[in-house]
């Protein structure tokens, strides 16, 4: 919450520091718990929420010393007409996490019945998509600032600027992934294992689901675009269309083809993502955004 206070205020190098504390007092606390007094899973548990709350209390001590900016009291802390406007933001995006996060789960499930490759597979190319798609995800993190910024002064066109380079920025790194994903996939997944049936799964399976990276680069910076101008309902339902009426039936369908293989499955993805686009495309070619009235 707090870093998310000094994003929208235009500050992301703070909230850096912050997450940089918490990911050193995690390891640090890791190494003793879990190495040292050799507590497994528990010990690890404790280093998670001990940095975090480390982490949290330094946020707190800045705001405190810095301020945010403006003049804030306990008497400002209660209901009105601004909480109801949070939660109609907020809400819709709070609820598509949660369920897109169930619809992973619901995939892994069809792809554990593939068996133990498989699944180990799968777990593998889950981490390395995670962390391929970061540059997206952040530039649309970014975007909703920056565009809520551009609504609010007016400025429209330079709203249409700051997407437009965002997805410039995003596609270049996905086209550098995604040619050595196609090239050999098997440079990153031995990263995570020694298994030579893993890595060759894993690498099949990057081969189509890297295509992904390509399409998000333009999907997380449009939904971040959208967001910044409180469209989050809509980004709501084309990212759960895209995955309970995509995504999961076509793994489902395509986990029931004989002799099926991870490069199959690996295209799911693409195309689930392609039906957001299509919605995305259909929604703007009907909705002005120039033209918001103030609140």
């Known amino acids: 919450m707090v870093s998310s206070i000094l994003r929208r205020l235009g500050d992301s190098k703070t909230p850096l520091l912050f997450v940089f504390i918490a990911c050193m007092i995690n390891i640090v606390v890791d190494f003793v718990l879990v190495g040292y007094f050799h507590m497994g899973a528990k010990g690890a548990a404790i280093a998670t929420v001990s940095a975090q709350g480390f982490s949290f ?10 301020g945010i900016g403006y003049s804030f009291y306990k008497e400002d802390i209660c209901f009105s007409k601004y909480i109801q406007k949070i939660m109609q933001i907020g809400f819709p995006l709070g609820l598509q996490s949660v369920l897109v996060n169930i619809s992973f789960l619901i995939i892994t499930i069809i792809v554990n019945q593939m068996g133990l490759i498989a699944s180990a597979s799968l777990g593998v190319v889950e981490k390395l998509m995670g962390f391929l798609m970061l540059p997206a995800i952040a530039l649309g993190s970014a975007l909703a600032s920056l565009i809520a910024l551009n609504v609010g002064a007016k400025q429209y066109k330079r709203a249409k600027q700051t997407l437009k380079y965002a997805i410039m920025i995003s596609l270049a790194f996905a086209i550098i992934v995604t040619t050595i994903c196609e090239i050999d996939g098997t ?4 990263i995570f294992t020694n298994n030579q049936d893993v890595i060759k799964n894993g690498a099949l399976y990057l081969k189509t689901y890297s295509i992904d990276c390509l399409l998000t680069s333009f999907l997380f910076c449009i939904n971040g675009y959208l967001n910044g101008y409180e469209k989050t309902v809509f980004t709501m339902v084309h990212s759960l269309v895209a995955t309970f009426i995509g995504r999961i039936p076509l793994t489902l369908l395509f986990s029931k083809i004989p002799n099926v293989t991870l490069f199959h499955m690996g295209i799911t993805a693409p195309l689930s993502t392609m039906i957001s686009l299509i919605m995305i495309f259909i929604y703007f070619k009907k909705t002005k955004f120039d033209n918001i009235k103030e609140r």
Do not use: W
Not at 187 to 190: A, G, Q, V
């Open 57 to 66: 209390f330094f946020a707190l001590v800045y705001l405190c010393k810095k």
């Open 187 to 190: 440079i990153l997944t031995r």
